[in-house]
């Protein structure tokens, strides 16, 4: 049986800092888009509307992914890293008990991309600090377009593993008058996002920089391009963690409010930055 979506997400422009996104998944969808807390979207070809970055800020909690379609985003955190990826590439940094990092976005012609924030079970939210550069990117054909493997695995290509949660994550371009099909497991769950152009999955429509997330039933997905142009497809699966969230505003995500007062007393007096814990000692 296909699966359907339950809801399509119209994207909402808005401005994070000085910089100007569209807010697709918040607060407001944690139970549908469980384990996605959030995503963001970038397009623009203004550098004054991005060009402020995101300064030195903490996270705890959560993984956070950054796809670049296009342009560059620059990464500088507390473990030392100083790190850029542009036209393709993904950051994918893990907060886990805590991190202090920046992403500046240098100016270019054309910017356009994506971030999500990937929630970290309970067991893993004291997890050590990590940060990957995701260059390597396999592009895999397939009869109607073909799919940019970002993480996790696609038919028997395996791309990047996440350590605590497993999901799959694709660029899926398909070309005109096309439809990509893709078998799925029950117990995954299925968020679509149309980066570029827009798409049907059982007759829905998601309009561009809107999102889809699917029904709980199902054992394939079919998203089909009925325009005239290539569209991309952000694909993004996994399995629920189904715990309390939280999340009252800011960027340190918990499971309950006495560890988001913890996380930021610890960040006021300066023991925030943990070397390591071990969450089964």
Same mark, same amino acid.
């Given at each position: &049986?296909?699966?359907?979506?339950?809801? $399509?997400?119209?994207?909402?422009? %808005?401005?994070?800092?000085?910089?100007?996104?569209?807010?697709?998944?918040?607060?407001?969808?944690?139970?549908?888009?469980?384990?996605?807390?959030?995503?963001?979207?970038?397009?623009?070809?203004?550098?004054?509307?991005?060009?402020?970055?995101?300064?030195?800020?903490?996270?705890?909690?959560?993984?956070?992914?950054?796809?670049?379609? /296009?342009? /560059?985003?620059?990464?500088?955190?507390?473990?030392?890293?100083?790190?850029?990826?542009?036209?393709?590439?993904?950051?994918? &940094?893990?907060?886990?008990?805590?991190?202090?990092?920046?992403? &500046?976005?240098?100016?270019?012609?054309?910017?356009?991309?994506?971030?999500?924030?990937?929630?970290?079970?309970?067991?893993?939210?004291?997890?050590?600090?990590?940060?990957?550069?995701?260059?390597?990117?396999?592009?895999?054909?397939?009869? %109607?377009?073909?799919?940019?493997?970002?993480?996790?695995?696609?038919?028997?290509?395996?791309?990047?593993?996440?350590?605590?949660?497993?999901?799959?994550? #694709?660029?899926?371009?398909?070309?005109?008058?096309?439809?990509?099909?893709?078998?799925?497991?029950?117990?995954?769950?299925?968020?679509?996002?149309?980066?570029? %152009?827009?798409?049907?999955?059982?007759?829905?429509?998601?309009?561009?920089?809107?999102? %889809?997330?699917? =029904?709980?039933?199902?054992?394939?997905?079919?998203?089909?391009?009925?325009?005239?142009?290539?569209? /991309?497809? #952000?694909?993004?699966?996994?399995?629920?963690?189904?715990?309390?969230?939280?999340?009252?505003?800011?960027?340190? $995500?918990?499971?309950?409010?006495?560890?988001?007062?913890?996380?930021?007393?610890?960040? =006021?007096?300066?023991?925030?930055?943990?070397?390591?814990?071990? &969450?089964?000692?």
């Amino acid at each position: &049986m296909n699966r359907k979506l339950k809801e $399509v997400i119209i994207g909402r422009p %808005g401005v994070d800092g000085k910089v100007s996104l569209v807010h697709v998944l918040s607060r407001r969808n944690l139970k549908d888009a469980d384990p996605l807390l959030l995503m963001d979207a970038f397009k623009s070809d203004d550098p004054g509307e991005y060009s402020a970055g995101f300064p030195m800020h903490p996270h705890r909690g959560i993984e956070t992914i950054s796809y670049v379609y /296009s342009g /560059s985003m620059v990464h500088k955190d507390s473990l030392g890293n100083e790190d850029a990826v542009s036209d393709g590439g993904v950051q994918w &940094m893990t907060a886990g008990s805590g991190i202090f990092h920046e992403e &500046m976005i240098p100016a270019v012609p054309h910017l356009l991309g994506v971030q999500i924030w990937l929630n970290l079970a309970s067991k893993d939210k004291m997890a050590q600090p990590s940060y990957h550069n995701i260059s390597d990117i396999r592009e895999i054909p397939f009869d %109607g377009g073909f799919v940019r493997l970002l993480a996790g695995q696609y038919e028997n290509s395996k791309g990047f593993q996440s350590k605590y949660q497993a999901v799959t994550y #694709l660029d899926v371009h398909i070309y005109p008058g096309s439809k990509f099909e893709m078998d799925l497991e029950e117990d995954r769950t299925l968020m679509l996002f149309a980066l570029i %152009g827009e798409a049907y999955v059982e007759d829905q429509l998601i309009p561009n920089f809107s999102a %889809g997330l699917g =029904e709980d039933k199902g054992d394939k997905v079919v998203i089909e391009n009925r325009s005239d142009q290539e569209v /991309s497809i #952000l694909l993004f699966t996994s399995k629920k963690i189904q715990e309390p969230v939280a999340w009252p505003t800011g960027p340190i $995500v918990m499971n309950t409010q006495e560890e988001i007062d913890l996380a930021y007393q610890e960040i =006021e007096d300066g023991t925030f930055l943990k070397d390591h814990i071990d &969450m089964n000692a």
